[in-house]
């Protein structure tokens, strides 16, 4: 082989590598058949050649900029009303063309194993598959992996929700999204991004999880347990979406993270804050699945780790478009994973239209107000109650008061208009009212349109914090 010869090869496989890297790339979250959000500035970015000029096209909405020294670009194209199906179009060294993309609602839906239960295996999976051809709703599962550092890429694709597709996809998210596609008359997209038996921390950025005090107990727990280490899934399956832009997230997670439920009031709010500004939505509106009732009945009051995490992820409303779906009234029992999902999604979805749209409709059952002692009795005044009523033909269940001893005992409970009046012989002077505050408690106060009153404790008494025997 001459000399010449002998360079040739080293030569041609170079201009093939600059070549194949001179081709303009797009982001891992864009591709035939997506959703891309209305009425919002819409971000594509992707990679290719360092000052290679980009122009990207979609519906008459065009933009154009220039490669970064390092490869990466990024446009913003002027909203869209809803509609479609369009093409979009980027073009550089070489063009690139995605067909069927539709402008609507886009939804990222993510947690652990409640939110990720397949259609398939939840009650009334035949009938859901058999009417499964919603042509405007679409489907991009991001595959489960763990990163150490923040990933420009992840693996999935976007899908048509044709029942082969469908029956593998969330039955909470597929339901949330056949609803409101049929409530709203737009496409809607599920971004799922789930884990199942995965704690929140995993969903957070580590370095946010660190600037945290109140969450380096959190941190060190991982040293002894098996499971994704915090920020692995955010880097992996979360941090690659962005700055794509969103419509909303639901969250349906908490399980994994009952031993620690006092944690959980800090944990909850950063995970949202962090969302957030990793999407650069700083009011990105956040649904979260409050735990239904799980384990055993208890015949009398007395520490419940589930109902302090039920509420740490209640106090997550002091954050601003935050909402909670009540879960506490569905059927429960030793399933750890309840097969009917559909319930759920329809509150949830009654939750988007009311709370993130602004549609008029009732969406928000009871809600403790305030309290006030009269004589021998402690009288709860709720909001959203009107028409309050029992679900049951017996006294209500579920109340518990307490006296200065901070001894509970069972109450006996009636309505009282919009008011609850809750009394016990054995607690003659309370001072402090509860409801729903047990694992798995028996409750039955809902308002005139059945949405079911939310779980509360009137006292801000110290609650444990001493880790429970978990039960994942």
């Not at 962090?274 to 009732?293: D, K, M, N």
């Amino acid at each position: 082989m001459s000399f010449r010869a002998s360079l040739l090869g080293p030569l041609l496989l170079a201009v093939c590598a600059a070549s194949a890297n001179a081709e303009v790339r797009l982001a891992s979250v864009f591709g035939p058949s997506m959703v891309l959000q209305r009425d919002r500035p819409l971000a594509i970015w992707g990679e290719a050649a360092p000052g290679e000029s980009i122009e990207v096209e979609l519906a008459e909405r065009r933009a154009r900029t220039l490669a970064a020294p390092e490869g990466h670009w990024r446009v913003e194209l002027a909203p869209l009303a809803a509609g479609g199906p369009h093409e979009l179009f980027v073009r550089g060294e070489n063009e690139l063309r995605l067909k069927d993309v539709l402008i609507g609602d886009v939804w990222l839906c993510a947690g652990q194993s409640n939110m990720e239960w397949a259609l398939v295996e939840s009650e009334g999976a035949e009938e859901a598959l058999a009417a499964a051809k919603p042509e405007r709703v679409r489907f991009l599962r991001v595959a489960h992996a763990d990163a150490k550092e923040r990933r420009a890429h992840f693996d999935g694709v976007w899908m048509r929700c044709e029942p082969e597709v469908v029956e593998g996809m969330s039955a909470v998210a597929f339901h949330f999204a056949r609803e409101l596609e049929q409530a709203l008359g737009v496409p809607i997209g599920i971004v799922q991004a789930t884990r199942s038996g995965a704690p929140a921390e995993p969903f957070v950025p580590r370095e946010v999880l660190e600037a945290e005090p109140e969450l380096g107990p959190a941190l060190r727990r991982y040293a002894r347990r098996e499971q994704s280490e915090p920020g692995a899934l955010f880097n992996a399956m979360i941090a690659p979406l962005a700055p794509f832009a969103l419509r909303g997230v639901v969250w349906y997670q908490g399980e994994a993270n009952v031993d620690y439920a006092a944690t959980y009031r800090t944990l909850l709010p950063t995970l949202i804050q962090s969302w957030r500004a990793t999407f650069g939505q700083p009011e990105l509106p956040f649904l979260v699945v409050q735990l239904p009732g799980w384990g055993e009945s208890a015949a009398q009051p007395g520490e419940s780790a589930w109902a302090e995490l039920r509420e740490a992820q209640a106090l997550a409303r002091n954050l601003p478009r935050v909402e909670l779906a009540i879960t506490l009234d569905l059927p429960a029992s030793t399933v750890f994973h309840p097969r009917e999902k559909r319930p759920i999604a329809h509150r949830l979805a009654l939750l988007a239209r009311a709370r993130v749209l602004g549609e008029k409709l009732d969406a928000l059952g009871p809600r403790m107000k305030s309290i006030a002692i009269e004589s021998h009795a402690v009288r709860v005044r709720f909001e959203h109650a009107e028409g309050l009523r029992s679900t049951s033909a017996r006294e209500l269940r579920g109340f518990q008061v307490a006296g200065a001893d901070r001894v509970w005992q069972v109450a006996t409970a009636r309505i009282s208009g919009e008011d609850v009046v809750v009394t016990s012989d054995s607690v003659p002077e309370p001072v402090a009212v509860r409801y729903g505050w047990a694992d798995l408690p028996e409750v039955d106060l809902v308002d005139g349109s059945g949405l079911p009153a939310e779980p509360f404790r009137s006292d801000d008494w110290s609650l444990s914090t001493t880790p429970k025997p978990g039960r994942r």
